[in-house]
């Protein structure tokens, strides 16, 4: 299993940028994939989670968890066909700074955006900086 995370950059409060997660060694809808961040000093944490999907069509909506402090301006979704998740953030604040990480397993949305510790498959990275 390998993820490999892109699409952070720098940008100003209020814009949006979408992060791409691609996958190899098995399928997007076969395991829990989430997004977390961490910001210089401070702890990962989750920011959304796309549970597995069964089957088509290509954009089938999954129960999609998302921390409080994203809710309303983050969407997380993926794409079959692509074998990718995204994570869609939108009016974006200084505070959502941070190295965005992508991780799956077969742990539940609801208790592994809490617990980045027990997540098995992680990618690199990608910087978001917002700037204030």
């Known amino acids: 299993v390998q993820l490999a995370e892109s699409g952070g950059a720098s940008v100003r409060p209020g814009r949006s940028l979408r992060l791409t997660c691609a996958a190899s060694?098995?399928?997007?809808?076969?395991?829990?994939v989430a997004w977390f961040r961490q910001a210089p000093g401070k702890e990962r944490e989750g920011v959304a989670c796309?549970?597995?999907?069964?089957?088509?069509?290509?954009?089938?909506?999954?129960?999609?968890y998302f921390s409080d402090s994203v809710k309303g301006r983050f969407n997380i979704y993926r794409d079959r066909a692509k074998n990718v998740v995204y994570l869609q953030m939108n009016r974006l604040k200084s505070e959502d700074s941070g190295i965005y990480y992508c991780a799956a397993d077969n742990i539940r949305c609801a208790y592994a955006l809490g617990h980045p510790g027990d997540m098995d498959y992680w990618g690199t990275g990608t910087p978001v900086t917002v700037l204030s």
């Open positions: 796309l549970s597995e999907g069964d089957g088509n069509p290509r954009y089938a909506e999954e129960p999609k």
């Open positions: 060694g098995f399928t997007v809808d076969t395991l829990e």
